[in-house]
């Protein structure tokens, strides 16, 4: 499943200024060049789909696309830092009696604003940036933790990454990155009940209202 937030913009490129000078020749367009703009929500469910088929990991997936004001106050809430950062991941609890496919994996939340910046950086589409981050969270959230293994996170994203056909991921960039992520910042914390107003045809499931009613140990932040 994939939400919007309410506050994001769907056109999150700067727009151009036009010129003011007298006389002076019609404007270039302002629209943003194609790969920077924002994929649509289906082209990210497909790919949100074909990933978790790669990763192996059974149950729903939400991904939330938001700000960077939005992800700061999760990162601050639940990891204690007061920054901006580009992917959380939140893996669910599972639930007694239900098989793995029918599970809530857990939710990942994703700023566009910092995807942006990033793709700018790496040179490449802000579609490619998110699916990414969507990849780097998805192993989180199937148990991978880059912090405390031997390597065995970063070979499995980059064997996934050659099977996606996606380019550097998060683990290479990190060395050192002034950007964070989080693997399990809270487990089964509702990243869906952060947003202030979503849309109705967008609300979140009976798995989501479990989550968001079930005990959460202790935040364990997880940095790229």
């Known amino acids: 499943m994939i939400l919007l937030d309410p506050d994001l913009d769907p056109d999150p490129t700067p727009k151009a200024t036009a010129a ?5 020749s019609k404007p270039k367009s302002t629209t943003p060049p194609t790969d920077l703009r924002l994929p649509s929500a289906r ?3 497909r790919f949100l789909a074909a ?4 990763v192996k990991l059974k149950g729903q997936v939400t991904v939330l696309l938001t700000t960077d004001a939005a992800i700061r106050k999760l990162n601050h809430q639940f990891r204690g830092k007061n920054t901006a950062t580009d992917v959380l991941s939140f893996p669910a609890d599972p639930m007694p009696g239900l098989k793995p496919a029918e599970q809530v994996a857990g939710d990942l939340a994703i700023s566009v604003t910092t995807a942006l910046k990033q793709a700018r950086v790496q040179g490449h589409p ?3 940036e998110i699916k990414v ?3 780097h969270g998805l192993l989180h959230l199937a148990g991978y933790d880059h912090e405390a ?11 996934l990454r050659a099977k996606l056909k996606l380019p550097q991921g998060l683990i290479e960039r990190a060395a050192p990155s002034p950007v964070a992520n989080a693997n399990s910042p809270r487990r089964g914390a509702p990243i869906i ?16 209202a479990n989550r968001a009613s079930a005990p959460a140990p202790s935040a364990r932040a997880k940095r790229p």
């Open 43 to 45: 082209t990210i469910a």
């Open 20 to 24: 003011k000078r007298t006389g002076a």
């Open 149 to 159: 293994d031997e390597g065995q996170m970063a070979r499995r994203e980059l064997h």
């Open 133 to 135: 981050l969507v990849l």
């Open 51 to 54: 990933a978790q088929q790669a």
């Open 126 to 128: 802000l579609s490619t």
């Open 193 to 208: 009940a952060q947003v202030k107003s979503a849309d109705k045809s967008h609300a979140p499931g009976k798995g989501a």
